[in-house]
């Protein structure tokens, strides 16, 4: 593993069914985040953690919950799949918290479409 | 509130051509601003800070605190820049990032 690993690549879910997404990171960065891109609105924060134990809300928290058990591990949970969460999701991890911070390093990203 | 601006969905140039892409924030702080890069079936990728006064690909970016702008330069562009471009603010929320719209580049030949 090199950097941030997501998985799956690729999904289509059921509307109602429960999916994890998987975060991995080698890098011993304090802080992850989930981001969900979607066109004309960018990416915005789901949840995050500034360190292992930790979570917060982001912008969007809504049908998303996550945990942080360990330093390397941010999986990311849809309790029931709703069609407006389709949607490109990224993880990150970073330095952080606080400021002067070195930006992101991204994973690759999971396609998620809920039918 | 933070906010980040990206005016413009597409942005398209021919090849040599002078590039500018327009990022304007909202944030009553001191910032720190980014630009990040997504090329075609790629992850995204820090592409440079402001704090770091550095040219990366040959692309720049002043802050300008008082247009409350940090638009993204290049005298000339290649096919090769052509992306998905986001800006980035990290301000209140500490290390958190907000992201603006995004702008797609599109460089012909």
């Known amino acids: 593993i090199a950097g941030i690993t997501q998985a799956p690549t690729s999904q289509i879910l059921a509307a109602g069914r429960r999916m994890t997404l998987r975060c991995t990171q080698d890098m011993r960065h304090n802080a992850m985040y989930w981001y969900r891109q979607d066109l004309g609105?960018?990416?915005?924060?789901?949840?995050?953690?500034?360190?292992?134990?930790?979570?917060?809300?982001?912008?969007?928290?809504?049908?998303?919950?996550?945990?942080?058990?360990?330093?390397?591990?941010?999986?990311?949970?849809?309790?029931?799949?709703v069609p407006s969460q389709t949607s490109v999701y990224f993880c990150a991890s970073s330095d952080g918290p606080g400021r002067g911070n070195y930006g992101y390093t991204f994973g690759s990203g999971t396609r998620l479409t809920v039918v | 509130a933070q906010r980040v601006t990206q005016p413009e969905k597409l942005l398209s140039v021919f090849k040599g051509a002078p590039v500018e892409l327009k990022c304007n924030y909202s944030y009553s702080g001191s910032p720190e601003?980014?630009?990040?890069?997504?090329?075609?079936?790629?992850?995204?990728?820090?592409?440079?800070?402001?704090?770091?006064?550095?040219?990366?690909?040959?692309?720049?970016?002043?802050?300008?605190?008082?247009?409350?702008?940090?638009?993204?330069?290049?005298?000339?562009?290649?096919?090769?820049?052509?992306?998905?471009?986001?800006?980035?603010?990290?301000?209140?929320?500490?290390?958190?990032?907000?992201?603006?719209?995004?702008?797609?580049?599109?460089?012909?030949?």
């Open chain 1, 41 to 81: 609105l960018g990416l915005r924060l789901i949840h995050y953690s500034n360190t292992a134990g930790t979570t917060g809300k982001g912008e969007v928290p809504d049908g998303y919950s996550v945990s942080r058990a360990n330093t390397d591990d941010f999986p990311l949970t849809l309790a029931s799949a």
């Open chain 2, 33 to 109: 601003l980014f630009w990040y890069v997504q090329y075609s079936r790629q992850r995204l990728q820090l592409l440079l800070r402001h704090i770091s006064r550095e040219s990366i690909k040959g692309f720049t970016a002043d802050l300008n605190k008082g247009e409350t702008s940090f638009h993204l330069k290049k005298p000339f562009a290649q096919e090769e820049d052509s992306a998905m471009y986001y800006c980035a603010l990290s301000g209140e929320y500490g290390n958190k990032l907000v992201f603006g719209a995004g702008t797609i580049l599109r460089v012909k030949s």
